[in-house]
């Protein structure tokens, strides 16, 4: 069975509907969608610690609300817009993650979201 998440109304920048659901489970997985540092659908401004800790936030809230706590995490996609914010989001990174680090990627690319950072998460438990 698959559920989805979210897909009643998801709002993006300037209240833009959302095409796509907050989150998907199947089979004891969830797959978070990206999120970005956005609170009541705008991008909340602020250096690359409070944007990657809102994101890391964003994607908390939606596990929460599928079931899924922090010790599910089993992957986490990370993309900044600069090579230099890496360190920092490490440190934020850490604050969550640092007892049981899941597996992780990190790349630098543009967003379509003016924002510096983008995070998703893939979770498991058995069902």
Excluded at 40 to 54: K, N, P, W
Excluded at 81 to 99: I, L, M, P
């Amino acid at each position: 069975m698959i559920r989805r998440i979210g897909i009643e109304g998801g709002k993006g920048t300037g209240g833009q509907h959302l095409p796509f659901a907050r989150a998907v489970e199947a089979g004891g997985w969830l797959m978070v969608s990206g999120q970005t540092p956005m609170k009541d659908g705008e991008v909340v401004e602020g250096g690359i610690i409070e944007q990657s800790t809102l994101a890391i936030e964003n994607c908390l809230e939606i596990m929460k609300e599928a079931g899924y706590e922090l010790k599910d995490v089993v992957h986490v996609t990370v993309i900044l817009t600069d090579s230099r914010y890496f360190q920092s989001f490490n440190k934020v990174f850490k604050e969550y993650f640092g007892a049981n680090p899941p597996a992780r990627i990190c790349a630098v690319a543009d967003l379509v979201v003016d924002c510096k950072v983008e995070v998703d998460v893939t979770c498991y438990k058995a069902p």
